[in-house]
């Protein structure tokens, strides 16, 4: 009896969800293959979408690609297929990250139920306001991050000024590398509402006039509304994602844990935004990690609460990153 596999049809709209997922400055590094006699999705990197600079191990890029399989993940378990990961395959092929083959669900899985909120999850830079998180939000987001065998810290207010510090060092650091900074405005700088890909400047978020949430000055600047800058939290709910080792399979698993996460909390009614800028520097990384935490290697900086709506960053259309044999 041969083995049933998804249609090009079913595995396109995954993929449609796939792309959604948020990825380092918004590159989207992702290119997919489908084998439809096989039932095989293969994921590769984009080399024209790499940071040689500001991402030189790749390990921003694992973690957006994480995120991206996650959605796949959520979308095939809505539709009743349960997707089988196979991470980082042939070390012969560094830019393979995975393949993933398919089979009929016997029951819904949990993760299902967080499709509506991938449409929903925008990074948000805006201020948030300083109503506190519930503790049992919190811990619905720590369970999510653990499921994927991840861990989430919550900082508490000396970790939050800890973490503050690291990222401003960064931006230091940064400001001292034109090399750094003009990678990133390949991605940031003069993006408008007709770009494919970027952060456009839109979605860049206000400077900050007071407040102590971690607000990066791109090089394109913030966001020229005419607002100006703002105020923003006085006590920021940040949390740090972690694994226990760090190791590219290991950073694969932190960004679908990143993303359980992220899609938890806006399917709960929170507001996220991610900041690594501080991870994207080797002596400043050790910093971002609590000294108390079960986990040796931070992974990603996750601000969390409650802010306004905001705008999807743009993406590639599907038929740009999904090939089908």
Do not use: K
């Amino acid at each position: 009896m041969t083995a049933r596999t998804p249609d090009a049809t079913s595995l396109t709209s995954w993929v449609a969800d796939a792309v959604l997922a948020p990825s380092m400055h918004n590159a989207q590094p992702w290119l997919f293959h489908y084998e439809r006699a096989r039932g095989v999705l293969t994921l590769r990197m984009d080399p024209a979408r790499t940071m040689p600079r500001s991402d030189p191990s790749g390990r921003g890029l694992h973690l957006g690609c994480g995120a991206a399989l996650f959605h796949l993940r959520v979308a095939a378990a809505d539709a009743g297929w349960e997707a089988r990961i196979t991470a980082r395959p042939d070390p012969a092929e560094p830019e393979v990250l995975a393949v993933a083959g398919f089979v009929p669900a016997r029951d819904r899985a949990d993760i299902a139920d967080l499709r509506p909120a991938i449409a929903r999850r925008h990074t948000n830079r805006e201020p948030f306001g300083d109503e506190p998180v519930p503790e049992a939000l919190l811990d619905g987001l720590r369970g999510a991050a653990r499921a994927e065998g991840a861990r989430l810290d919550i900082a508490d207010d000396w970790r939050v000024r800890e973490l503050l510090t690291a990222v401003w060092d960064a931006g230091h650091e940064e400001e001292l590398a034109p090399g750094v900074r003009e990678e990133i405005a390949r991605w940031t700088a003069g993006r408008d509402a007709s770009a494919r890909e970027g952060i456009p400047s839109y979605a860049l978020g206000p400077g900050r006039r007071d407040g102590r949430a971690p607000v990066r000055d791109f090089p394109g600047g913030h966001r020229d509304d005419g607002r100006g800058p703002a105020v923003y939290e006085s006590s920021p709910c940040l949390a740090v994602l972690g694994t226990r080792r760090d190791e590219p399979e290991d950073w694969l698993r932190a960004g679908q844990a990143m993303e359980r996460v992220l899609l938890q909390a806006t399917a709960d009614g929170l507001s996220t935004s991610l900041n690594s800028q501080a991870l994207e520097w080797p002596q400043l990384r050790w910093l971002v990690r609590d000294p108390l935490s079960e986990t040796a290697y931070p992974q990603i900086v996750i601000r969390i609460g409650y802010g306004p709506d905001t705008p999807a960053t743009p993406r590639r259309p599907v038929s740009d990153v999904l090939t089908v044999d």
